[in-house]
């Protein structure tokens, strides 16, 4: 007891202030300027308290391992951030000529020699196929998103005749053939010259997104830069971006690398203007033991802020997430550790990125993503880049909230995991062959389960997006007691094995369910792939054996057949169909049986992240639904505001 009380008395608390001093002792009347240095000068169990304010954060923080059970805690709205402050000040009415004359008073510059810059870095590549690019400097205003300068201002124009799809590399073709296309307007005539300007579209496909640079527009023929990874095809969507001649609607802006200029029309006259700057982390914790870091929030930086690196039962409670060019936070090879009420908006890419446990054992990482609230992710690459992407096993998502994202918001690889409780709302809504929870492409993926979950309104353009999106042959998955309303398609099995699909609740869906025999068929060239995949998991090992019985006779029993899969139990309301292309084989060699399916205008609804049975739908549904009346899903506890 005496050791216990001599160590509490030890303990201390560190103070953090925008007027604070580095050379100061930390004290409450004495504080410190920067968190680097709180937390060198902290020791393990200390707290460091940090006061309201901007934080501009020009290097990693680093928590190690020798600070076991420090906690950080924000006071109010403590902002670190790795960007740049444009003060007004500095704005001045443009001149420039480019800009459009009927727009031009609008628009201001600011010299960025004034702030200090010597060179922005160029633009790079993004979108599905350059997960690790660094995005493009961005320009925020009171907090909001501006828009790089683009046209057209709103949605897409299309692809109109191909001269030359380009180098197709997903067919093998390694040249380096430029996409030429035409288009039905030549308003690029306009524009003094293409340098640096840049086309983002969906090339192809409606799941894979990418900007190319712009070689030459000649009349309404656009040479592109670059071979989109699947070739371009016609009729396909894109927009110009990086174009000054553009600069013509609030929010826009344009930063001219030649001359080192800032050229825009804030959205607000209010709030401060940042750029986004920094390409490193803001916060490290490195094989950190029981660290946590409280109600502080990450904003306006180009790269995820928050790594949190090996150690174990380190949270992340109650912080805010905003206007990152990447995703919120990364965590990797570590166990037990823990994102709680925390807030993710206006994502350049997703939320939450993890990494751990070990495949080769079954052993998890038992890392938790619980009550947090991720909307608008997948803001700059709008495809591949969810809300949380799952990797490992052992990883549990629970009564979270994911709304208003162009794609996918769970993704997952690896084995075990658990999602619960969550509720996903208007996800997969500009993008097509997509689920709000989605994995796909091997047979080991297995023992992951979704249940008690909400997805209310799924619907993109109208291609296949789906609430849970099993891919080609994905095997072995829970879909359970989960409530599919509005949705396009509720839910997908594509050819795979091994799936229960099971008390599930599907109200006024364009399609229940899909329930393919792929493998037999179209996609029977994957086999392949999905051998070399199960090849390298110790798949006949006991561990595999015992954990999921038969796998290690998989290759021996018609692998790419749909067997063994259960679907049972569930009630189909009022679906314009209950099942598509539910093929022979998949009734062959799976049980589709105990589904009670009725056409008709059920009552049941959603109020808020309510599910709420009408008396109908309760005197006529199985008990095992009639238990979903009055459901909470999302967020338990309360999330800070932004």
């Not at 712009?214 to 023929?221: A, E, F, H, I």
């Not at 409280?294 to 930086?301: Q, V």
């Not at 549990?396 to 909230?401: A, L």
């Amino acid at each position: 007891m005496t050791l216990v009380l001599l160590a509490a008395l030890t303990l201390k608390i560190i103070y953090v202030a925008p007027s604070g001093s580095d050379a100061a002792p930390g004290t409450s009347g004495r504080p410190v300027a920067t968190l680097a240095r709180a937390v060198n000068i902290a020791g393990p169990g200390d707290t460091i308290q940090v006061a309201a304010g901007d934080y501009i954060v020009t290097e990693p923080v680093v928590v190690g391992e020798d600070k076991p059970h420090l906690r950080i805690i924000g006071q109010d709205r403590a902002v670190l951030r790795g960007a740049i402050k444009v003060p007004r000040d500095l704005w001045r009415r443009t001149d420039d000529q480019r800009i459009p004359a009927t727009v031009r008073s609008h628009v201001y510059s600011v010299d960025l020699h004034r702030l200090g810059v010597q060179e922005v870095p160029a633009l790079e590549q993004r979108g599905m196929s350059h997960p690790t690019t660094v995005p493009q400097v961005e320009l925020f205003v009171d907090e909001k998103p501006q828009t790089l300068a683009r046209w057209p201002n709103e949605g897409y124009i299309k692809t109109g005749r191909i001269i030359d799809a380009g180098s197709v590399r997903r067919d093998g073709d390694t040249g380096d053939r430029k996409p030429v296309f035409e288009i039905s307007s030549d308003r690029p005539s306009r524009w003094s010259d293409t340098d640096d300007v840049w086309a983002y579209g969906f090339w192809r496909w409606d799941w894979s997104d990418e900007s190319i640079p712009v070689t030459s527009v000649d009349g309404r023929r656009v040479t592109l830069a670059a071979p989109h990874h699947y070739g371009v095809a016609t009729g396909k969507p894109f927009y110009f971006e990086n174009v000054v001649e553009e600069l013509d609607s609030p929010g826009e802006y344009y930063i001219d690398r030649k001359k080192d200029e800032l050229l825009f029309w804030p959205s607000s006259n209010e709030g401060d203007a940042y750029l986004s700057w920094s390409d490193k982390y803001l916060l490290r914790i490195v094989g950190g033991t029981d660290v946590t870091v409280e109600g502080l929030h990450f904003e306006t930086s180009r790269t995820t802020p928050v790594e949190v690196a090996g150690g174990t039962g380190n949270t992340l409670r109650s912080c805010v997430f905003r206007n990152l060019g990447q995703y919120g936070v990364k965590v990797s090879g570590g166990t037990y550790d823990r994102i709680v009420q925390c807030r993710f908006l206006d994502m350049g890419a997703g939320g939450v990125e993890l990494y751990g446990g070990d495949r080769k054992t079954l052993t998890p990482a038992n890392d938790v993503v619980e009550d947090c609230l991720f909307e608008r992710f997948s803001r700059l690459s709008r495809t591949y880049r969810p809300g949380v992407s799952v990797n490992g096993v052992g990883m549990t998502v629970s009564h979270c909230e994911f709304r208003d994202a162009p794609h996918s918001a769970i993704f997952f690889n690896g084995n075990d995991h658990l999602f619960v409780g969550n509720v996903f709302r208007n996800v997969v809504n500009s993008t097509g062959d997509a689920g709000a929870i989605y994995a796909g492409r091997d047979w080991t993926k297995r023992g992951t389960v979704i249940r008690d979950n909400l997805f209310d309104n799924i619907n993109g353009l109208h291609l296949y997006e789906n609430g849970v999106y099993l891919d080609d042959q994905l095997s072995g998955i829970t879909i359970e007691h989960n409530a599919f309303v509005n949705c396009w398609l509720g839910m997908m099995v594509g050819g795979g094995r091994d799936n229960f699909v099971h008390e599930n609740l599907f109200v006024r869906c364009h399609i229940a369910m899909h329930l393919d025999a792929r493998g037999l068929g179209w996609a029977k060239g994957g086999f392949d792939g999905l051998k070399a995949s199960l090849e390298s998991v110790p798949y006949k090992s006991d561990v595999w054996k015992n954990r999921y019985p038969g796998i290690e006779r998989i290759l021996d029993d018609d692998p790419m057949a749909p067997k063994g899969n259960i679907v049972a139990g569930n009630a189909l309301l009022g679906a314009g169909k209950d099942t598509d292309s539910m093929e022979a084989a998949f009734h062959r060699d799976s049980q589709v049986e105990g589904n009670f399916s009725e056409s008709g205008d059920w009552d049941v609804s959603v109020h808020g992240n309510t599910l709420v049975l009408g008396p109908r739908a309760k005197a006529q549904l199985p008990p095992a639904l009639q238990r979903l009346d009055g459901t909470k899903y999302g967020p338990r506890l309360p999330i800070p505001d932004p």
